[in-house]
């Protein structure tokens, strides 16, 4: 079963934005996808058995060796390919925690590294969505909101809300 049988109709991933201490944003080139060769943000699909956020740090970590913790919810990319398929992604906003030294991960990527956003503003290869966060306003970010149970009787082993 390939992977886009596997995740049927409705796709959920998740896409990090991480910025260094220095204000750099993590970005990555693609081997693969429609997004192949331009810069965009570490992103993936949401695996069984995890929430969005633990995704998203997982996605991270795997493209580029860099740990993270999320410091909140930026927004949801939703869209319909062929007028079939739901591919939706949601975006957070992330924080390295320990040393900034990226590793990409060579299967998957041409290249991924911390670059000042002002640089990538002007670079012709970045990504329509990194273009669009370029002019974004930090107070768009939700913190996440932890220890909340909606009632035993939904069976819920994680559940957060991001407002």
């Not at 810069?39 to 993270?68: H, N, Q």
């Amino acid at each position: 079963m390939s992977s886009r049988e596997k995740r049927g109709k409705v796709w959920l991933a998740v896409s990090g934005l991480v910025k260094s201490s220095e204000g750099h944003w993590l970005v990555v080139k693609k081997r693969y996808g429609g997004l192949k060769g331009q810069w965009s943000l570490p992103a993936g699909f949401v695996e069984a058995g995890e929430t969005a956020d633990e995704a998203v740090i997982r996605e991270v970590k795997e493209e580029t060796g860099i740990d993270c913790v999320v410091n909140g919810l930026i927004g949801l990319r939703t869209g319909v390919i062929k007028g079939e398929i739901s591919d939706n992604m949601i975006l957070f906003l992330l924080e390295p925690v320990g040393e900034e030294r990226v590793i990409p991960q060579e299967n998957e990527l041409y290249d991924a590294r911390f670059i000042d956003p002002a640089e990538l503003m002007h670079d012709k290869g970045a990504s329509i969505l990194l273009r669009y966060l370029m002019n974004q306003n930090e107070s768009t970010v939700n913190p996440g909101i932890e220890g909340i149970n909606p009632g035993d009787q939904f069976g819920y082993t994680a559940y957060k809300i991001f407002l």
